[in-house]
């Protein structure tokens, strides 16, 4: 669920502006992947089920469910045009508040050093690195002799 339901709205995104999964995807991937690792290693997290190599534990969240959601944060900022501190506002209140049910669920488990208000801190700053890249992203390319 974690993969196919994100990349179900993402895909039609990505249909209007294939430039997003070509560089937003693959970004978001690379830092889910290496934030979850460290998290999982450090003890800071653990995500139900587990499975003995932790890459596979965060592998739906690290190439589902971030990317996606990444995808759509950047179409709603760079494409549609929305406010950005409203777009902010309302991805910052939905992975948290997703983050909050896995917790409920019992599908992820905070250990001791971890607590929602990091998580919050680490998903903002996470989208504020997103739309940095893509708007440093977009002014290269307007400069690009392609």
Known sequence: MGFIIPWSIAIILCR?????FLTV?????LISVTYNQIGMALGWWTLD???????????NIDFGFNPASAVIFTYLIHFRKWKRWSVYLLFILLLNGAEMIALFFDK??????????????????????LDG??????????????
């Open 49 to 59: 089920p587990q499975t003995d190599l932790l890459i596979f534990n965060s592998i």
């Open 16 to 20: 209007r502006a294939p430039v997003l």
């Open 133 to 146: 890249y893509f708007s440093l992203f977009k002014k290269s390319i307007r400069r690009s002799p392609l």
């Open 25 to 29: 995807a693959p970004l978001i991937s």
């Open 108 to 129: 992820v488990a905070y250990g001791p050093g971890w607590n929602i208000p990091f998580t919050f801190i680490t998903y903002a700053a996470g989208l504020v690195v």
